[in-house]
């Protein structure tokens, strides 16, 4: 702490009592500095929901395929990485091959062995053939002799076909790209070992894309009734989808209907699978679920998005708590809330400064 008499020593003259006038004022504002940010509130609201609302969704591609091994072995190189341009039936990976390459060799000593009785089976019946005619065996001798040779034959074919399975999955080691795509994801590196079933790289094919939004089942009947629908693309365009479909199955814990609309080309282009995207459904006839008051509402203010978490900060005892919470459409300022608020509760209306240490309500 500076004193009088160290501080007289450190600034003499005529700015001494300027300087040390500054200080005093500085030293007094202390209790006002460190006073807690008080933060404006709002009541959460029972609103009134209109025919129309709008959601949050994400882009897919409608051509996206995950690429599994067929064959078991090393990964023995990667071809690609993720964001890469495939042409179809480019190498995506290798796999080693060697089990493979002895199994082939296998098969084909198979259908050398099984040639070679055949041969021997046809030469057999040949003889007994003669010997019939001139009496020295029985019918019964010749009828053993061609059914040795019919199984021969099948013997053959049998083996043929293990050649013809064993080079098929030889074919399995290098791995192609099915179609003309972009590489989305790789989920293997050189070196490790691939079994069939384990996905290796996935790809979607560019140029044809689609919202996906989960909708609340509560909402389903409006956006069947809709007019029109429109979805906001990521650069803030709005357009219209080319289909719409509505999957008839309901997810039994979040209760949503998922619904795919799927994008015009001219619009898909440049557009990348996982970008968020905004569903309008407007234009429905008002029924009375949809116009029903009592649904909650909060201004949009008041939300806090972090990744997949969507909060609000809470009044509670005198200070600020985070709750998660589900919405629903939004209302011009205001957003429908689903889950995670009661009505009457207040909520902070600048959730950045809500979340400093000793953030406090403003006086109403």
Known sequence: MVS?????????????????????????????????PQVPTA???????????????????????????????????????????????????RIDEREAQAGLARTDAAVAQADAELHNARLHVERTRDLRRQG????????????????????????????????LARGYAAVTAPYAGVVLATHVEAGELAAPGRSLVTL???????????????????????????????????????ARTELPGTDPVS???????????????????????????AGAAATTASAAPGRLTVPAAALLRRGELTAVYAVQDGGFVL????????????????AGLKPGERVALDPVRAGLAGAVPAAQ
Do not use: H
Request: hydrophobic share 45%; proline share 5%; net charge positive.
């Open 136 to 167: 020295f065996v029985s019918q019964a001798s010749l009828d053993v002799a061609e059914t040795q040779l019919r199984a021969a034959q099948a013997g053959l074919q049998q083996a043929q076909s293990g050649r013809a399975q064993a080079a």
């Open 43 to 93: 009541v959460v609201g029972a609103g009134r929901t209109g025919a129309g609302f709008e959601i949050d969704g994400s882009l897919q591609a409608l051509q996206q395929s995950t690429v599994a091994a067929q064959l078991g072995g090393n990964v023995l190189q990667l071809a690609v990485k993720a964001g890469d341009r495939v042409s179809a039936g480019q190498l995506l990976a």
């Open 323 to 338: 709750k998660a919470v589900r919405l629903g459409a939004a209302q011009g300022r205001d957003v429908e809330v689903l």
């Open 255 to 281: 209760q949503t209907i998922e619904w795919r609309l799927d994008l015009p080309p001219a619009a898909s282009v440049g557009l990348q699978p996982g970008q968020n995207v905004r569903v309008r459904f």
């Open 4 to 36: 009088r008499r160290s501080f007289g020593r450190w600034c003499p003259g005529a700015r001494r009592g300027a300087l040390l006038a500054a200080l005093t004022a500085l030293l007094g504002a202390g209790p006002a500095l460190a006073a807690p």
């Open 204 to 242: 979607y094919a560019p140029g044809r894309m689609r919202a996906v939004v989960q909708l609340p089942s509560s909402r389903s009947a409006v956006a069947r009734a809709a007019s029109a629908v429109e979805v906001q693309l990521p650069d803030g365009s709005w357009v219209a989808p080319a």
